[in-house]
């Protein structure tokens, strides 16, 4: 199973999940991780230049497309709309307060990370 980390450089969660440079995913067996690689983003609808453009445009179709590999999407913060449209695609979504990736990851294998979706934001 993949487990996807917004991450702006690879160590620390980024605070808003549409304007994260890049994602860290881990590829984990069991409790074990396999691999870890990061993906770019130019998928999120900020990445692409579609913030203020009306809301007819397929904005999150593209995340949930390039990130369809991974079971599981951890961030520090992300809007309401995106966090249901994740789910609805059946993938596991969760808000952490956390920061440190490799906190988080560890937490996340333990089955001790706790989802806050109160820490999202309201867009």
């Not at 969760?94 to 820490?119: H, Q, R």
Request: hydrophobic residues 35%; proline residues 2%.
């Amino acid at each position: 199973m993949k487990i996807a980390i917004a991450s702006d450089e690879g160590r620390s969660i980024s605070s808003h999940f549409g304007r994260t440079k890049g994602f860290v995913i881990f590829d984990v067996e069991g409790n074990e991780i396999k691999s870890r690689e990061y993906r770019n983003n130019t998928f999120t609808g900020h990445a692409r230049g579609l913030e203020g453009a009306g809301h007819n445009i397929d904005r999150h179709g593209p995340i949930i497309t390039a990130l369809k590999d991974c079971s599981t999407v951890i961030a520090h913060g992300m809007g309401k709309r995106i966090y249901n449209d994740l789910k609805e695609a059946g993938i596991n979504v969760f808000i952490t307060g956390e920061v440190d990736i490799e906190k988080v990851i560890a937490l996340y294998l333990k089955g001790e990370l706790v989802d806050k979706p109160n820490l999202g934001c309201d867009h």
